[in-house]
């Protein structure tokens, strides 16, 4: 798979599962669609459909939730936009029948796992991305993300810092590649404070939550069975989420993301701030360089940008 064609799935794969916050059973399938599609989620129970773009976002506090015409439509997507992403898939119908995404085991291996089986497919039309121009930058009072130009592709620098001894200041730094998704992303489990999980529930929040789904920290370190699967989990799936809520700008990112104790919120607004301003980004598409430039090299699978006359976001 080069980075020149759109891409698809070669066939539907389902899951079914219990959305984290809403407790809620739900059945859900991932299907190809034509290019320029996009990732579209159609909820089956309702009749709604919603495309993931920055237009559609309506909450970003502890999970991604879009909304259409009629209010929220689906919630807890980032962990699948992460997997398209990551996995470099540009277009998808998933098709859901309840209000959230199932949390499978917290991460977003079970999808990639499924995704891989199946295969993924070109589909003859040109890949689009939005290319960062300058360095769009929000900062909260504890933390701070920032999007700045990166001509590798799209380069992902996470870093946390909790006041807990089992997690403390941890960093995760890459060119996101799907292979480096597959290795180091997907698997990173969602996690969460055994002392929070009273306000959480008062509030409506992770009632489906378990240590199924989810990395539960007490005061003594962590609960679950077996424990971690890396030592730096935790900022691995801060990671994870990152990929999956900047996918919420609608093209694959040619850029460099940097955050500190970041989150959904922060993610999203700096996606939010950098489609704010015109002159900070371009969309540029994938061309094949000619025979001329491949002269005497054996990149036969190289992909230039170049400016796209391409409708705006």
Not at 79 to 100: K, M, Q, S
Not at 196 to 218: F, M
Not at 305 to 313: F, G, S, W
Request: hydrophobic share 45%; proline share 4%; with cysteine.
């Amino acid at each position: 798979m080069n980075a020149v064609s759109q891409t698809t799935l070669a066939d539907s794969v389902a899951f079914s599962g219990v959305g984290v916050h809403s407790g809620k059973a739900a059945r859900m399938t991932v299907a190809p669609a034509p290019a320029d599609t996009g990732i579209v989620f159609l909820r089956s129970d309702a009749s709604r459909s919603v495309r993931a773009c920055r237009d559609a976002v309506r909450g970003s506090d502890l999970a991604t939730v879009l909304r259409d015409e009629s209010g929220p439509a689906v919630s807890t997507v980032e962990h699948l936009l992460a997997c398209f992403a990551g996995l470099g898939i540009d277009n998808a119908r998933v098709e859901i029948d309840g209000p959230e995404v199932p949390i499978l085991d917290g991460s977003a291996d079970e999808f990639v796992t499924a995704i891989d089986e199946v295969g993924i497919v070109e589909t003859g039309s040109a890949r689009r991305y939005l290319k960062v121009l300058k360095t769009i930058r929000v900062e909260t009072e504890t933390g701070f993300g920032e999007l700045s130009p990166y001509d590798m592709g799209f380069r992902l620098e996470v870093e946390i810092d909790f006041a807990h001894a089992a997690i403390g200041r941890q960093r995760y730094a890459a060119t996101v590649s799907p292979e480096v998704f597959r290795r180091d992303l997907a698997p990173a489990r969602t996690f969460g404070f055994l002392s929070d999980v009273n306000r959480l529930w008062e509030a409506g929040y992770a009632l489906g939550a378990s240590l199924e789904n989810t990395i539960c920290v007490s005061e003594d370190g962590v609960v679950n069975e077996g424990g971690l699967r890396w030592s730096d989990e935790f900022v691995r799936h801060k990671a994870l989420d990152a990929v999956g809520d900047l996918a919420l700008g609608g093209l694959p990112l040619l850029g460099r993301y940097r955050s500190y104790r970041g989150g959904h919120k922060l993610n999203f607004a700096v996606v939010d701030a950098l489609l704010a301003d015109r002159s900070a980004y371009e969309i540029v598409e994938a061309r094949l360089p000619s025979r001329r430039a491949l002269r005497g090299t054996a990149g036969l699978g190289i992909a230039v940008a170049v400016p796209a006359h391409a409708p705006e976001l």
